[in-house]
Each structure stands twice: as C-alpha cells, then as structure tokens.
C-alpha cells in the first residue's frame, strides 16, 4: 500500500493497541502498524477494513444499525446506536459526493438508483453495492485516498479475526 498523500513508500515505524467491540459485545485487541511515508514524512495506520475509523464497533455491527432490515442483535446500547445514526446521516452524505468523484476520476460504473427518495440518493450503496459489506466497501477507498477527514487507511481483509 502506497502512501494515500502522495504514494510514496511507507516504513513500519511502531505500533500500537486498537481495541475494538463485535456485534455480540465481546472486547478484541488489534494491533495496529504505524508507518511513516518516506517523502512526505506523514504518519498513517494501518486499520483492517473491519473497523470504520474512530469507530469501536467494527463495520458489520454499523452497518447491521444502518440497514433494512435493521439487525437487533447487535449488542450496542440505545445511545451507542444513536449516535451512529446521527453519525452517518452527515457522513453518508459527505461519502456519496467522494465516492461521486472517485467514479469518475477512476471511470467506474455507478448503478443509477431506481428510488427516488431522498435515502436512496444519500446512500453509497449506488456506489459500492447494496450487498453485506457495503459500508466497508465505502469506507476503504474515502480512506486510502486520502478523502478521510483524518489520516487512517484501511486494508482488504477476506477473513473475521477471531
Ligand atoms: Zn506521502
């Protein structure tokens, strides 16, 4: 992975602890690789696509709140989930506009929504599909290029750490 600034190399320089909740409420620890671009000289982490950065529920327990149906066993109390709603009713908004340029700037397909409403428009499933997976499929490229408000990047991952 190049450097999401100016594609530079990036060195491991440290790391550190990244604690994280599943869907069913249990606790997990990552550790996270710090790395600092040789040229630019900007440090970036390396999330797993699992988590959505700054986030403590990993991605597929967000999602499971956004969606319809929405999933009730998601071990999260009320305000937790309030505040993720709150969260992406700004941020999706924010995503599709990004995910909007990245489209164009990479010449990729964009599905046209066959809902007119207002929540079909604002939602980046037109962008990265509405299948599971969808917010992490937002969320990496806004990250890797750079479009994140803050620094983190994330990585492909296939599989769920246990
Ligand atoms: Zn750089």
């Not at 409420?25 to 710090?34: D, S």
């Amino acid at each position: 992975m190049p450097c999401p600034c100016c594609e530079g190399d990036l060195i491991v320089v440290g790391s550190r602890p990244r604690a994280w909740y599943k869907s069913c409420g249990t606790r997990a620890k990552l550790i996270i690789r710090r790395l600092r671009c040789e040229p630019c000289a900007t440090i970036h982490h390396e999330l797993p696509d699992l988590l959505v950065p700054y986030r403590r529920y990993d991605a597929e327990s967000i999602e499971g709140v956004l969606s319809e149906p929405v999933r009730e066993d998601i071990a999260a109390d009320e305000s937790t989930i309030a505040r993720w709603r709150g969260w992406f009713a700004l941020w999706a908004l924010y995503a599709v506009c990004v995910l909007q340029s990245i489209a164009i700037r990479f010449h990729l397909p964009v599905e046209n929504s066959s809902c007119p409403s207002q929540s079909a428009l604002h939602h980046p499933g037109r962008f990265v599909g509405n299948a599971a997976g969808w917010l992490r499929r937002s969320v990496r490229p806004i990250a890797n290029l750079n479009l994140w408000i803050t620094d983190p990047f994330c990585l492909y991952v296939r599989t769920l750490l246990s």
